[in-house]
């Protein structure tokens, strides 16, 4: 478990994978603030479904600019807090947090197997450029 990171740089391959699923998660989060405001508007708190409308696009808003900022040390950290705050999102509509729990299941599947990948990529392009690395003398 030493690929999860909270803070630090990753590899190229790493942060491409977690941009990618910050950007499905703010779609998501989108669609998750319109419900709240829908089922807010329906009941008697009109006021609280605009508060959580902008609550929610300000939380995708805040995806796009995690997937924005993974190329920085301090990117993978505002990811981890974009998803404790979409589980957190689950306070106000339950289903969040099935949609918080997958996102964070490819956020870590991502953050390993990248891990992994980068390592791979990085051997191969050693192996490329000194070709005699390789051999085994015997």
Known sequence: MRSIIFFGQTGKFTWRMLATVLGGQSICILLGALVARGVAASGDAGARGTAYLVVGFGLGALCVVAAGTLRRPWGVTLGWVVHALTLLSALVVPMMLVVGLF?????????????QIDGEMARRAAAEADPAADRVDG
Do not use: E, P, Q
């Open 103 to 115: 996102f964070l299941a490819l956020w870590i599947t991502c953050l390993v197997k990248g891990t």
